[in-house]
């Protein structure tokens, strides 16, 4: 039984990996018509149904804390390198690229390291702003201002540096394996 949130937190990112390497490294036909992500949500939660995870207070602390904060963050990388003109054309809306998961050795420590310290630093801003100005509830809030920051940003030289997406994605991979885990309770 896990009862570490960092034990935790690693279970879970060695799921979202392993999945991500069966899908990307491997010629199984399963993902074809079926995404990692399913498996990584029900791998995730059968964990959590089983009672390998012990939802003690400190992991639900930790769900809590990686999940606000990772949210925005990932919302912030994914509209980073959008291209909105082909949006507004709708060229290619419903082409999916792959991108694969963000990797230090695939990108460079410096630029990694970068994209998360600096999307982390723009969730926790957006926190900030949710916390002191509320649309309609704080949840909106700090989506509604990840979303226009991402956007805003995607108009500067921050558009230009590559690799916001693999990240993006990993941190997307880790959001879904924590819901699972959670919502199986």
């Not at 399913?38 to 012990?54: A, Q």
């Not at 926190?127 to 991402?150: E, M, S």
């Not at 690799?163 to 879904?176: D, I, N, P, Q, T």
Request: glycine fraction near 4%; charge should be positive.
């Amino acid at each position: 039984m896990i009862t570490q949130p960092l034990l935790y937190l690693f279970t879970l990112a060695s799921i979202a990996t392993l999945f991500y390497l069966l899908e990307s490294k491997t010629s199984l036909k399963i993902f074809n018509s079926i995404s990692s992500l399913l498996f990584i949500y029900t791998l995730s939660m059968l964990f959590t149904s089983v009672g390998i995870f012990e939802f003690n207070e400190e992991i639900k602390q930790i769900f809590f804390k990686t999940t606000i904060n990772l949210l925005p963050a990932m919302l912030f990388l994914m509209l980073l390198q959008m291209n909105f003109r082909e949006l507004l054309k709708f060229e290619k809306l419903f082409k999916q690229r792959v991108y694969g998961i963000g990797c230090a050795c695939s990108m460079g420590a410096k630029r990694y390291w970068f994209l998360i310290v600096l999307s982390l630093g723009i969730s926790f801003f957006i926190q900030l702003l949710a916390f002191h100005f509320t649309l309609i509830n704080r949840t909106i809030t700090v989506i509604f201002f990840a979303l226009l920051l991402g956007f805003l940003g995607s108009f500067t030289s921050l558009k230009k540096l590559n690799g916001s997406k693999e990240v993006a994605k990993s941190m997307l991979y880790l959001s879904v394996a924590l819901l699972g885990s959670y919502f199986s309770l």
